[in-house]
């Protein structure tokens, strides 16, 4: 079986798969490696499209993302 899990808000719709990729795609980018990641706490604002997230890493560090990203 597949699930696919949306969000709705004011006529925008938004998979949760896409939340998940932002988060991911910023992390790359601050060169964290997915493997070396813990645990990944995803939090997204539907009424501003705004998404953040606190991974904490096999070592205990800590990376989150001050500015939101946001969902287009």
């Known amino acids: ?6 969000v709705q808000f004011n006529n925008n ?4 798969v ?3 990729k932002l ?5 790359k980018a601050q060169d964290v490696k997915m493997n070396t ?3 990944l706490d995803v939090y997204y604002k539907p009424e501003e499209a705004a ?3 606190v991974a904490t890493l096999k070592d205990g560090t800590v990376v989150n993302n ?4 946001i969902v287009e």
């Open 13 to 16: 719709n938004v998979e949760t």
């Open 23 to 27: 988060a991911k795609e910023d992390l």
């Open 66 to 69: 001050d500015e939101p990203l």
């Open 37 to 39: 990641i813990d645990t």
């Open 51 to 53: 998404v953040y997230y």
């Open 18 to 20: 896409t939340v998940e």
């Open 1 to 6: 079986m597949k699930t696919t899990l949306q």
